[in-house]
């Protein structure tokens, strides 16, 4: 029987009030058969994964992965595979968190926290989806520029009509939303295989950039860029996604049935995620293995990646491709943006707006800064803006990570999917260490202000 209306999770406790789920339209509204095995099964809950995941490739993750190639070669892999890693945890945890208590991380924010306390971390996420969707308009209105040679600043502005695609795509239904994010993950990832493959990078230097390197935290400019990178893998806002989005699937609401959605979740992350491994990796052993070793060190902008591309490889589709996967990636990080501000307006705020509106809200704050950026410093500026954006996501992301944890380690809250002690002690220590790399980022930069 259908538990659709069933909007609150009477089973869990430890919760000041309760309140209707986040995106209610969509609110257990893909059926799980209960009859379902094996592949059948995980294809009833594949998706949630996938959606979070193109919030891992957006045009952020282009920016701060290629300058991270250009300058240090294969090096900074190790930081993405680390981001990757904690990024798998913590997505687990979020959908956990959503499956285990019927909330999705702002909803149970809200309920935990005073009213303050709430409002600031509300406003810190707003920040977050505010640096993400920045990069998606620059990257989006970069791939415009690139394939169409459309001006930056009229890219920039053109990027507002694409709320009526996700109005007609969430029309159709969740599942169709989902298949539209997975065929646009496709694309982008046979793009990137086919520039792995005219590129011929280096296998060795693969191996040893996988290797963790303490040059990394005592060189400032890796430094930089490495954070960079943690901020455009692990992105804040697909926390609070992401603990939305699972309750989507209408699984029975039993003790059994939770523990069998949470491992089915977990599966599905773990695999979408390893995709957004292969992409971000790739960029950056493209950087390396094309430009790094050329001795073009300071391959940042994505255009200048472009416009070196298809000469340096010889290979005449590279620079084309390259286009393709970034526009698709603007796109499909539209879709992230979108349904991860919808959910922290409604669970922090309990405020419904109307999705386009809420949509060219966020969209209005992101497109004033990239289109004055645009317009006064052309494309060195909106590099520049897409690697300070990916730093913003970075701070802001203890602020979600810390809740999270908390949360899913506390069994009233929890019941039987509380995180067992091994678990709670790994989160705890990567939620140290995103604290710890943040204040070392940001006394580096007090005292390069300060010299």
């Known amino acids: 029987m259908s538990s659709r209306g069933d909007i609150t ?10 309140g209707g789920p986040s995106l209610p339209e969509v609110f257990r509204s893909v059926p799980v058969p209960a009859s379902s095995v094996g592949l059948r099964r995980l294809a009833a809950f594949a998706g949630p994964g996938f959606l979070v995941a193109v919030g891992y490739m957006d045009p952020g993750n282009w920016a701060t992965d290629l300058a991270g190639g250009s300058a240090f070669g294969y090096t900074l892999l190790s930081v993405i595979l680390l981001s ?54 620059i990257g989006t209105a970069i791939g415009l520029n690139l394939l169409f040679g459309l001006p930056l600043v009229w890219g920039v502005v053109l990027t507002a009509l694409d709320v009526f695609v996700i109005l007609a795509l969430q029309k159709r239904g969740f599942r169709r939303l989902e298949a539209f994010v997975i065929g646009l993950l496709a694309i982008i990832a046979a793009c990137f295989a086919y520039e792995l493959f005219v590129s011929r990078p280096e296998l060795a230097g693969i191996a040893r950039g996988l290797v963790p390197t303490t040059e990394i935290l005592t060189n400032p400019a890796m430094l930089y860029l490495a954070i960079g990178i943690l901020g455009a893998t692990v992105m804040p806002h697909n926390l609070y996604l992401h603990s939305a989005v699972v309750q989507t699937r209408d699984f029975v609401p039993t003790p059994e049935g939770k523990r069998d959605a949470a491992k089915w979740a977990t599966i599905d992350t773990v695999v979408a995620l390893m995709l957004a491994l292969f992409v971000n990796a790739a960029i950056l052993i493209l950087a390396a293995a094309a430009f790094h070793t050329a001795g073009n060190t300071e391959v940042a902008e994505i255009q200048d990646a472009y416009n070196l591309l298809t000469p340096t490889l010889g290979a005449a589709m590279a620079s084309t491709l390259f286009a393709v996967a970034l526009l698709a990636s603007g796109q499909n990080s539209t879709v992230t943006a979108t349904l991860a501000g919808q959910v922290v307006m409604e669970g922090f705020l309990r405020l419904r707006l109307a999705p386009w509106f809420r949509r060219l809200i966020t969209r209005g704050l992101a497109i004033i800064p990239a289109g004055i950026v645009a317009a006064l410093y052309g494309e060195s500026g909106t590099a520049k803006l897409l690697v300070l954006s990916q730093v913003i996501l970075s701070l802001q992301l203890p602020f979600a990570v810390v809740p999270l944890v908390q949360f899913t380690s506390d069994r009233t809250k929890m019941g039987n999917l509380t995180s067992p002690y091994w ?11 995103i604290i710890g790399l943040n204040v070392k980022l940001l006394l580096d930069t007090a005292g390069m202000t300060g010299s």
């Open 9 to 18: 999770d009477k089973g869990a406790s430890g919760w000041r009030s309760s």
């Open 84 to 137: 990757n890693l904690m990024a798998i945890l913590l997505q687990s945890l979020a959908a956990r968190l959503g499956i285990a208590t019927g909330r999705d991380l702002a909803s149970a924010c809200r309920d935990a926290y005073s009213k303050p306390v709430a409002i600031l971390l509300w406003v810190l996420c707003e920040i977050a989806i505010v640096a993400c969707d920045l990069a998606e308009v």
């Open 423 to 433: 678990l709670k002690l790994i989160a705890w220590l990567v939620t140290a260490l």
